[in-house]
């Protein structure tokens, strides 16, 4: 039997400071549910971002930022996370 995550242990190590990885047992949604729901939240960022709009996300490709990252993000044409 799985006990629950250790919450104040987790926030006191990583909370801001580092990534971690809890491990569930089972995963929540199928791989397939989880493109799809890439796809859907890239969908607004594919054409560029707007100045000082919320969320503010920024993408980067080595050192120089893209303004318009397109095809670099899923789109409802790609078959899975590889294409």
């Known amino acids: 039997m799985r006990h629950a995550p250790d919450w104040a242990r987790f926030a ?10 809890l491990r569930l047992g089972a995963p929540l949604i199928s791989p397939e549910q989880a493109f799809q729901g890439l796809v ?6 594919r054409l560029g971002t707007r100045f000082r709009a919320l969320p503010d996300v920024r993408f980067f490709a080595d050192t120089a930022r893209l303004r318009a990252p397109g095809t670099l993000l899923p789109g409802e044409k790609d078959a899975d996370t590889t294409a």
């Open 12 to 21: 006191s190590r990583h909370w801001e400071r580092t990534p971690t990885r």
């Open 40 to 45: 859907s939240v890239s969908a607004p960022f």
